[in-house]
């Protein structure tokens, strides 16, 4: 009887023992079930109609927004360093460039039509990714084509931004991410890459969970993107609305999405950890936005804490919730520090 309590008290000490499996900083490196990668990185890059630009954001620390002319000096090391993807942001500030329909978005001599091209042809491993939305083009600066009485008109906003869609997968985008969030708009833009003849080199990511709130600040004085008036709750996801996002996750999979996208990211880790379950055989992304990267950076500079161990932690969080493709501004400053 003595034998057999000793062991029973020597299987409980065992198992209260975990030093041992993280003792060292590879075998800590096991204990995650995704390792963040280059590969798994997206960078933003915000492409302004202005050619010789190449200005620094004040709300978005280190971040420029750049014309066309900038933009392969600034990629050339990054793409030596492993830079594998990105996402285009155009910026029109053009006067007049503005109008009710957005005609610009997809204008051919646009930036991003031209930024397209550029780096299709100097970078050809770079995978382009390209934000499809109408707010930094309209006057308005809604998601849309607006009824009159300010309300989106989702037949004609889908119309409009699927032809646009089209146009940038047209000039060899890799993959269009619309980020509008107009009922309907993934279905629109399959159906016409599929007429099109071009859906099986098109990838196509949805914005699918995109809250609405305060995180996006500094990206629209970055993208000149902020509405004249009213918000945008009417349809971006109520912050609460764990419901309606596990809803628009399964509309867009069903739509024909092939990468499903959580945005903001660090807020949301629940939903990421939704549109993993019910997107289990589709990648999905979180976009760790502009008001996000700002946080980090703010409460660095003000000795929190450390800004590396912080774009670590929040980054490994997102992967640990389930995404395995993260947009982050961090991406240059990874790409260093994965080397390290
Ligand atoms: C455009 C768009 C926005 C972001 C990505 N695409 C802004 C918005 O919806 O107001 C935000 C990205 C960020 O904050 O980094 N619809
Ligand atoms: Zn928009």
């Known amino acids: 009887a003595s034998t057999a309590a000793t062991s ?7 198992g209260s023992q975990l030093h041992g499996g993280y003792h060292h900083p590879l075998a800590r490196s096991w204990q995650a079930e995704r390792q963040l990668t280059k590969s798994m990185l997206i960078y933003p890059l915000f492409i302004s109609d202005i050619e010789d630009d190449e200005t620094l954001i004040p709300s978005l620390p280190g971040q420029h927004r750049r014309g066309v002319n900038k933009l392969v000096p600034f990629l050339e090391p990054l793409v030596r360093k492993g830079l ?10 053009k006067p007049g460039t503005k109008d009710a329909l957005g005609t610009a978005a997809d204008d051919p001599m646009g930036p991003v039509i031209q930024t397209i091209r550029l780096l299709r042809q100097r970078f050809p491993q770079l995978f382009i990714v390209v934000d499809v939305c109408l707010c930094e083009y309209t006057s308005h600066g809604h998601c849309g084509i607006l009824r009159d009485d300010g309300t989106l008109n989702n037949q004609l906003s889908v119309d409009r931004i699927s032809d646009v869609a089209m146009a940038y997968a047209q000039a060899g985008a890799h993959c269009v991410a619309p980020s509008d969030m107009n009922d309907g708009r993934i279905r629109a833009i399959k159906l016409k890459l599929i007429e099109e ?29 902020a509405p004249s008036f009213g918000d945008r709750r009417c349809y ?9 996002a596990r809803r628009a996750i399964v509309r867009d999979i069903g739509e024909g999405a092939d990468i499903i996208m959580v945005k903001p990211a660090s807020q949301y880790l629940d939903i990421i950890s939704d549109a993993k379950e019910i997107g289990r055989d589709l990648p999905v992304a979180a976009y760790h936005v ?3 990267f700002a946080m980090v950076h703010a409460a660095a500079k003000a000795g929190v804490f450390d800004l590396r161990t912080m774009a670590f932690e929040v980054t490994e969080g997102i992967l640990r919730a389930g995404a395995t493709i993260v947009i982050s501004y961090f991406t240059p400053d990874f790409l260093d520090w994965l080397d390290e």
């Not at 594998?84 to 500030?93: D, K, W």
């Not at 099986?200 to 000149?224: E, I, Q, V």
């Open 8 to 14: 029973v008290s020597i299987a409980g000490d065992i």
């Open 84 to 93: 594998r993807s990105v996402i285009l942001f155009g910026v029109p500030l």
């Open 197 to 225: 003849g071009i859906a099986h080199k098109t990838l196509l990511m949805s914005y699918a969970a995109k809250f609405s709130g305060c995180l996006y600040g500094p990206f629209r004085d970055a993208a000149g993107s």
């Open 236 to 244: 971006q996801l109520p912050p609460g609305g764990r419901g309606l």
């Open 290 to 292: 502009s008001g996000e």
